[in-house]
């Protein structure tokens, strides 16, 4: 299984961005997805995860209310729509996947996940 996320970029406060994370896997639709980000500095730390079927899905604190990770089972894709977007939010951003989750489980914990893509870079100017 391999992970590519793509679509980060360079924006201002307030504005908005769509990363997405292409897999290669097969069993994509039975794969609990995440997406973590690092700040120059910092730890990695959790933002958003969702389900196998996508009904249920978790967030961050910090981020709840402005992104929403969404996933496409017929595209192996996984999304995170990025709304109002903060300084704080800069970061690269790590999709992940957890090959043999529990149906209907969501993951936090960065050691729950067993594949992790590149990354992908979000600078949002103030």
């Known amino acids: 299984v391999q992970l590519q996320a793509f679509g980060g970029g360079a924006v201002q406060a307030g504005g908005f961005l769509r990363l997405s994370c292409a897999t290669s896997?097969?069993?994509?639709?039975?794969?609990?997805m995440g997406w973590f980000r690092q700040a120059i500095g910092k730890e990695r730390e959790f933002v958003a995860t969702?389900?196998?079927?996508?009904?249920?899905?978790d967030y961050a604190l910090s981020v709840k209310g402005r992104f929403t990770i969404s996933r496409d089972n017929a595209k192996n894709t996984v999304y995170l729509q990025m709304n109002n977007l903060k300084s704080e939010d800069t970061a690269i951003y790590y999709c992940?996947?957890?090959?043999?989750?529990?149906?209907?489980?969501?993951?936090?914990?960065?050691?729950?996940?067993?594949?992790w893509g590149q990354g992908t870079l979000v600078t949002v100017s103030s």
């Open positions: 992940a996947a957890r090959i043999n989750g529990v149906s209907g489980a969501v993951y936090l914990r960065e050691y729950q996940y067993h594949v």
């Open positions: 896997g097969r069993t994509f639709s039975s794969y609990v």
């Open positions: 969702i389900s196998w079927s996508g009904r249920r899905r």
